[in-house]
T-cell receptor, first 114, second 112 residues
């Protein structure tokens, strides 16, 4: 009963390095999301994918790229990490983006950029 | 006006107390409402959906006032395990917000 699985759970990068955060869900959901959460800022949407083959920008997309690899998997890439991207990253999924369905979250990736 | 506003707290209450959290939202077209719970250093988890007529789940009661664009969560007989941050969540139409907008949360600390 995995739900939403994120890897890695922790990562430390140097400024300028790149990395990809992985997310997979086994709930047969159509929509997937990437958020970041910073102290005092709440959850902010980075990118989302309403369905396989589509991606859209959220509130804070700059510095990130995403790939919806298939229905199950949605990855987030930092091409050139910056200290401002130090955060906790959550992946989530829902049946659809209509807004009438709750989102289910992975347990997060804690990313530090030095 | 922020899209979803919550009192950040913290609310410090003794075990057994009744505590209420409020949330206001700005988009009068919003149709779906949820309360999530987030424990320290954990992911947000759905606590309950909020229905127009109000709804109850054990010790938790959620109310919706569409006219005032106001949502509430009442916790009765607080337990130590209720200590967490409670997020008010509202759906949005269009824009760059995806399909749900999360409030910044209200922190609850239940003391023995």
């Amino acid at each position: 009963n995995a739900g939403v699985t994120q890897t890695p759970k922790f990562q430390v990068l140097k400024t300028g390095q790149s990395m990809t955060l992985q997310c997979a869900q086994d709930m047969n959901h159509n929509s997937m999301y990437w958020y970041r959460q910073d102290p005092g800022m709440g959850l902010r949407l980075i990118y989302y994918s309403a369905s396989e083959g589509t991606t859209d920008k959220g509130e804070v997309p700059n510095g990130y790229n995403v790939s919806r690899l298939n229905k199950r998997e949605f990855s987030l890439r930092l091409e050139s990490a910056a200290p401002s991207q130090t955060s906790v990253y959550f992946c989530a999924s829902s049946y659809r983006t209509k807004g009438d369905q709750p989102q289910h979250f992975g347990d997060g990736t804690r990313l530090s950029i030095l | 006006r922020k899209e979803v506003e919550q009192d950040p707290g913290p609310f410090n209450v003794p075990e057994g107390a009744t505590v209420a959290f409020n949330c206001t939202y700005s988009n009068s077209a919003s149709q779906s409402f949820f309360w999530y719970r987030q424990d320290c250093r954990k992911e947000p988890k759905l606590l309950m959906s909020v229905y127009s007529s109000g709804n109850e789940d054990g010790r938790f009661t959620a109310q919706l006032n569409r006219a005032s664009q106001y949502i509430s969560l009442l916790i009765r007989d607080s337990k130590l395990s209720d200590s967490a941050t409670y997020l008010c969540v509202v759906n949005a139409y269009g824009g760059s917000q995806g399909n749900l907008i999360f409030g910044k949360g209200t922190k609850l600390s239940v003391k023995p």
